[in-house]
């Protein structure tokens, strides 16, 4: 089925023209830029724009000082965990020492038992 628009040239033009009259209509009813409302609204908009930009301003602010409290407890997180390894290398090596002193004089006791026992022998004949 076809649609077929019945409409002539000249009523498309004078539609065409009655629409562009409209739009200079609604153009020129439009306020001055002098006006107290369009005054009033300019100076709301303003103080939208710079209620915004305070808002912003102090969340960029709120950020800045969550990253620096973080980045401080990262730092102190770093050097705790820096100390406590420090801390369990040098017990470790205390131990690895202590060990080694152990050893050390077991070593010295069974070789004085030797020699005790050489000379209890030696002693006896």
């Known amino acids: 089925m076809s649609f077929h628009n019945n409409q002539g040239l000249t009523d498309r033009l004078d539609a ?3 629409a562009r009259s409209d739009m200079l209509a609604r153009f020129r009813a439009r306020p001055a830029a002098d006006d107290p409302a369009v005054i009033a609204r300019e100076a709301e908009r303003r103080a939208i724009i710079e209620a915004r930009e305070v808002r912003a301003a102090e969340r960029a602010e ?37 060990r080694q002193a152990e050893l050390k004089a ?13 000379k209890a022998k030696a002693q006896r004949r």
Do not use: F, P, W
Request: proline share 0%.
């Open 106 to 118: 077991q070593r010295d006791a069974r070789y004085l038992a030797r020699k005790d026992k050489a």
């Open 62 to 98: 709120q950020q800045r000082i969550a990253r620096e409290r973080a980045e401080a407890e990262a730092e102190a997180e770093r050097k705790a965990t820096e100390e406590r390894l420090l801390a369990e290398r040098l017990a470790a090596e205390e131990q690895a020492v202590a």
């Open 16 to 18: 065409a023209a009655k």
